[in-house]
């Protein structure tokens, strides 16, 4: 089962969240937040896997929740649950150790989804509304050369084709025919990207590319 902590300050998206995971069969809610300061300390006192962070809520937001959370020494995985307008809070807490996030207008099945691919070790990049929300993030970002584009230098041209189908949210298997390569063979491109570039996760890749402007080439 997977342990679902909901870290929200209002009460009723917290209850409608708890109905929708306590009907999965797969994940259970083993806790309730209405602030990042409980939702730290919750994960402290019990096993927790997934985290649905809010991102504004008093007295601690998820972003600075986020960042407690990544530094200690538990798996706890987490998700950010966030409107169109908070990207640049967004961008915040995925920098500070989120796996994903997802809109809170998502699908049910979909949230019930990200929740799974993020408890597997997985990251959350995919849906369009993500792509829209790092171009407006990129947009902002400075221009000019920066560490992480001396990292790109290291890549070689097939590196850059995949690591720029991973930012525009595709998977292995839409990169594989994209590019017309054996699935196997982008694992193995993506895990080299994950070392050359020290990223954690394909999240911190798509950061990585934003940020190095490889979008916009």
């Known amino acids: 089962m997977i342990s679902v902590l909901l870290a929200d300050d209002q009460a009723l998206v917290r209850s409608g969240l708890r109905m929708l995971v ?15 300061v409980d939702a730290v300390a919750m994960v402290r006192t019990r096993k927790v896997d997934v985290v649905l962070m809010d991102i504004r809520m008093p007295m601690m937001d998820g972003t600075e929740a ?32 989120a796996s994903g996030f997802m809109l809170k207008d998502a699908l049910p099945e979909d949230l019930l989804g990200a929740i799974r691919t993020v408890a597997g070790g997985g990251a959350i990049v995919a849906p369009t509304s993500t792509r829209r929300l790092l171009d407006h993030i990129a947009s902002r970002l400075p221009d000019g050369r920066t560490p992480c584009q001396d990292r790109l230098d290291a890549l070689t041209e097939r590196e850059r084709e995949v690591l720029l189908e991973v930012a525009n949210g595709a998977n292995n298997t839409e990169i594989g025919q994209r590019l017309f390569m054996a699935e196997g063979t982008v694992k193995t491109h993506i895990g080299r990207l994950l070392s050359k570039l020290d990223a ?18």
């Open 66 to 97: 986020t960042r407690l959370i990544h530094d200690m020494d538990v798996d706890t995985k987490v998700l950010v649950l966030t409107t169109f307008d908070l990207d640049e809070y967004v961008f915040a807490a995925l920098r500070n150790g």
């Open 200 to 217: 954690r996760d394909r999240v911190g890749l798509v950061l990585i590319a934003h940020e190095c402007g490889l979008l916009n080439r």
């Open 22 to 36: 306590d009907a999965a069969d797969d994940m259970h809610v083993v806790g309730e937040a209405a602030n990042g």
